[in-house]
C-alpha cells in the first residue's frame, strides 16, 4: 500500500469528547487533539520542530535489536491435553505469556482476504470526510520536558477509534464512507469475537484454569474497542515516534499490522525488539488486566511504534476490555502459600480514574503502589542471607536507612527520566541490576 500514492482530501474537523468509549491504551500516557486527518492528508510531511522529541525521550533506534525471535504459534498446533499436562499448544502459548506478553498467531481462521479488504477500507477512512459521532480521531502529543520547560510534542501518527461488537449490531455506530466499511467490519468483528474466545480459552488453560475463566473474569460486558493507527513516511525516524513507550491498559489486544512494513517493537531483558510483520499472523498483546488476573504470572507487554523513512504503516488494534464496574484481582486458584497476590482488588473504573487522575506524571507507578503487595515504608530490602553464598554473592546493597521508602523516595525523584527500577538501582545507588518483582511490574 502506498498512502503517497492516494488522492489527498482534506477531512472535516470530529468533535469528540473523551467518554467510556474511547480506547483508553493511550489516554494515561498521551493527550489529544481533535483534528482532522491531517498527516494522512499530506505526505510527505516536513519535520517541525513540535513533532521532534527531546533526546532523551528520542527511539534510540541504533540501539533496536536487528531482528527478534518472538514467538509464532500456529493455532492449528495439537491440542489434546493428554492428562499430563496442558497440551502442546497452551503450552507454547503460555510460556509466551510469560516470556513476552506478546506472539503472533498463525492459522487463526480470519481469511486473509478479510483482513486485506479491514485494512482497506481502514485506509480509506483515513481519506473520508464522512465520520459518525462514534469515530474519534485523535493526534496524540506528550507533554514534555524540554529547556524552555513542559511542553507538547505530537506523536508522528494519526488515529481513529470506535466500538464493535462480534454478536450484536453495532454497525449504525460506524463510518458509512467508504460505503463498505460498515459490511466489512462487521464481518471482520465477528472473526475477531470468535478469536477472542479461543485465545482467553488458551490462555486460562495456560494458567490451569477452567475453560471460561478469564473470559468470565473480565465479564459478560467486555468494553469492546477498535483503534486504527496510521504512521505517515517521517524524514527523521530518530527525532519522533509514532506512539510512545506504553503498556495497554485492558486485557488483550488482537493487532493486524499492513505487511512489509515494521513499526512495532516491544522491550524484552531491557531492550528493544522489533516485533516485525508476519504473513498473515495477527500480534497478541497482553495487557495490564491479566498481568493482574494472572497474579503477575503473565505479563503486560511494554511496546512503543516508532517510524520510518520510506514507507507509511498502518496497523488496526481490536482490544478486549473489562467493562468499569468489573471487580479485577488476581484470581482466587492461583493463590497460595507459595503465591501470595501481588496485587489487591479493584474495579476496572478505579483503575482507569486514578491513571486520569495521574496526568502527566507518574502515572504508572502511583497507580501501582495501592494494587501492589508492597513492602512497608520501614521495611528493610536486600538478598535474604541464606540465598546467598561463595556461589551466589550479593547481587544487591542492603537499603541501609529508610529502606522501602528511601527506594520509592529515589524512584519519584526520577520523575519523566529514569522510570525504570533497574536503572533507579544502577545508576543511582546500587552496582547491579535489581529485579523485585513486587514492584518491578509498574514501574515503567
Ligand atoms: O501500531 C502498532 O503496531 C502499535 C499500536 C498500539 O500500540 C496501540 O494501538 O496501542
Known amino acids: ?72 504459534i500456529d493455532l492449528n498446533d495439537h491440542d489434546i491435553d493428554d492428562g499430563q499436562g496442558p497440551s502442546p499448544l497452551v503450552s507454547k502459548i503460555s510460556q509466551a505469556c510469560e516470556e513476552y506478553g506478546l506472539f503472533h498467531i498463525i492459522n487463526h481462521g480470519v481469511p486473509k482476504e478479510l483482513c486485506q479488504k479491514t485494512l482497506s ?7 473520508t470526510k464522512d465520520h459518525t459521532k462514534q469515530v474519534k480521531v485523535f493526534n496524540y502529543y506528550q507533554k514534555v520536558q524540554k529547556y524552555e520547560g513542559i511542553e507538547k510534542v505530537k506523536m508522528w501518527s494519526e488515529t481513529f477509534s470506535h466500538p464493535w461488537h462480534h454478536t450484536e449490531d453495532f454497525t449504525h455506530l460506524l463510518p458509512t464512507n467508504p460505503p463498505q466499511y460498515r459490511e466489512v467490519f462487521a464481518e471482520y468483528a465477528r472473526k475477531i469475537g470468535g478469536l477472542f474466545d479461543r485465545l482467553l480459552s488458551l490462555i486460562s ?31 527523521d525516524p530518530e527525532l519522533t515516534i509514532g506512539l510512545p513507550e506504553h503498556n495497554d491498559l485492558g486485557s488483550i489486544a488482537v ?5 512489509g512494513v ?29 498481568q493482574v488476573l494472572s497474579n503477575g504470572k503473565f505479563q503486560s507487554v511494554r511496546h512503543r511504534a516508532v517510524t520510518n523513512k520510506l514507507l507509511p504503516r ?113 545508576l543511582q545507588h546500587y552496582e547491579c541490576g535489581l529485579h523485585l518483582p513486587c514492584i518491578g511490574a509498574f514501574f515503567f
Open 255 to 259: 493487532l493486524l499490522q499492513v505487511e
Open 205 to 235: 488453560r495456560g494458567l490451569g484454569l477452567e475453560n471460561d475463566c478469564l473470559k468470565r473474569r473480565i465479564g459478560e460486558r467486555p468494553r469492546l474497542n477498535c483503534q486504527a493507527n496510521y504512521y505517515p513516511p517521517c524524514p
Open 1 to 72: 500500500m502506498d498512502f503517497r500514492k492516494e488522492t489527498v482530501r482534506y477531512c472535516g474537523h470530529v468533535q469528540v469528547l473523551i467518554s467510556s468509549l474511547l480506547q483508553p491504551e493511550l489516554l494515561s500516557y498521551l493527550f489529544m487533539e481533535m483534528k482532522p486527518f491531517q498527516l494522512a492528508n499530506n505526505t510527505p510531511l516536513s519535520l517541525s520542530p513540535n513533532f521532534i522529541l527531546p533526546v532523551n525521550k528520542r527511539p534510540n533506534l541504533l540501539k533496536v535489536l536487528p531482528s527478534a525471535s518472538i514467538p509464532i
Open 121 to 127: 477500507v481502514v485506509r480509506e477512512q483515513y481519506l
Open 262 to 290: 515494521t513499526g512495532l517493537q516491544v522491550i524484552k531483558d531491557r531492550k528493544w525488539l522489533p516485533v516485525d510483520p508476519v504473513p498473515n499472523a495477527f500480534v497478541i498483546n497482553l495487557a495490564d488486566q491479566i
Open 314 to 426: 498502518l496497523s488496526l488494534g481490536m482490544f478486549y476490555n473489562p467493562n468499569y464496574d468489573t471487580v479485577i484481582g488476581p484470581i482466587e486458584d492461583l493463590i497460595d502459600e507459595e503465591h501470595p497476590p501481588k496485587y489487591r482488588k479493584y474495579s476496572f473504573k478505579e483503575y482507569m480514574e486514578e491513571f486520569y487522575r495521574q496526568e502527566g506524571k507518574r502515572r504508572l507507578p502511583r497507580l501501582s503502589l495501592p494494587m501492589f503487595y508492597t513492602p512497608n515504608n520501614d521495611t528493610g530490602i536486600g538478598p535474604i542471607e541464606d540465598l546467598i553464598n561463595e556461589g551466589h554473592p550479593p547481587m544487591y546493597q542492603k537499603i541501609q536507612n529508610n529502606s522501602y521508602k528511601e527506594l520509592m523516595d529515589k524512584l519519584y525523584r526520577q520523575q519523566g527520566a529514569r522510570r525504570r527500577v533497574e536503572e533507579a538501582f544502577e
